[in-house]
């Protein structure tokens, strides 16, 4: 009888402790004695919410100021810093460093005269009877204009021959003579010394020979310097146009180009950019 009595005793305590157990734990979300949400009343949540308000403001506020004192000091047509880069990094059109196609299959090439043929698009006569005839070799030199926005010289697509796209649609690709179109990236300010050129090699035992549009694959001096994307909005760089005339020889071997810019001060030779004054791409001509 006594068992009995101390197991119901026992029972009794441990129903008890469930429920203050789940009381406490009710109790440390929102205890409705006190009024408090996980250990806080509704007067202290308020004054810890308007303390982070009036912080994050003062955060941004600051940011702000910040950025807009920094704003204050950029122009909006040169960078207030240009000496990281002084020599322009050479790219190749079509954007590929590895040119690969099948003379007979006109899918294969397509892409490449495609990609050819828009981005000459800007070098049309009709987009470029806003720019001006300038004089060859000299620069166009605007530095002494009042207005900010420059007028950039004209370069005629023709001017590019057989690889302008004009006489032949293809750019030389249907015959297994592609046309790769060069130019330097533009650099604000940048006037080249000397008569740059570009000059393109084949590593390999026999050279293939090349033909350089315009005459002698110059870069005139008088689309230089430049002034910058929003003073500069017509501006447009000059190319050089390489033609490769491969041999039937050569066909179905991978050959290795690499070009440069030589005759001026640009550097073409820094081990720690290879793209900085040459390019070096592939080009494969399946049959």
């Known amino acids: 009888m006594a068992s009995t009595e101390d197991k119901t005793t026992t029972n009794t305590t441990t129903t008890t402790n469930n ?22 009343t509704a007067s202290s ?7 982070y308000l009036v912080f994050y403001c003062f955060l941004a506020g600051m940011f702000a100021l910040t950025m807009w004192v920094m704003l204050l000091t950029l ?28 003379i007979s299959e006109p899918l294969k090439y397509k892409p490449f005269v495609d990609e050819l043929e828009a981005f ?5 006569d009709s987009q470029q009877e806003q720019n001006e005839e300038c004089n ?10 009042s207005d900010m926005s420059k007028k950039a010289c004209r370069f005629k697509r023709a001017s590019l021959s057989v690889c302008s796209g004009l006489s032949d649609t293809n750019f030389g690709y249907h015959e297994g003579k592609p046309c790769v179109l ?9 006037k080249p010394l000397g008569d740059p050129y570009i000059n ?7 050279p293939i020979s090349m033909h ?27 190319l050089v146009a390489v033609k490769l005339l491969i041999s039937k020889e050569d066909y179905n071997k991978e050959l290795t180009v690499e070009c440069r810019v030589e005759g001026s001060n640009l550097r073409n030779n820094d081990e720690r950019d290879k793209f900085l004054g040459r390019v070096t791409f592939r080009v494969k001509v399946e049959v």
């Open 200 to 206: 393109c090699t084949i590593k390999k035992d026999n």
């Open 212 to 238: 350089y549009f315009p005459s002698e694959g110059r870069f005139d001096k008088m689309y230089f310097p430049y002034y910058g994307k929003k003073a500069h909005e017509t501006y447009v760089q000059p």
């Open 45 to 51: 949540w308020a004054l810890i919410l308007l303390f």
């Open 19 to 40: 429920k203050e157990n789940v009381t406490s734990w009710k109790d440390s979300i929102y205890n409705p004695r006190t009024g408090e949400f996980l250990g806080r």
């Open 75 to 102: 122009d909006d047509y040169v960078p207030r810093y240009r000496d990281r880069v002084p020599t322009p990094g050479l790219v190749i059109r079509p954007r590929s460093l590895d040119i690969t196609f099948n």
């Open 136 to 145: 060859p070799g000299e620069y166009f030199m605007q530095d002494d204009s």
């Open 120 to 124: 000459l698009q800007r070098y049309n």
């Open 182 to 190: 060069l130019k330097m990236n533009r650099i604000i300010g940048l």
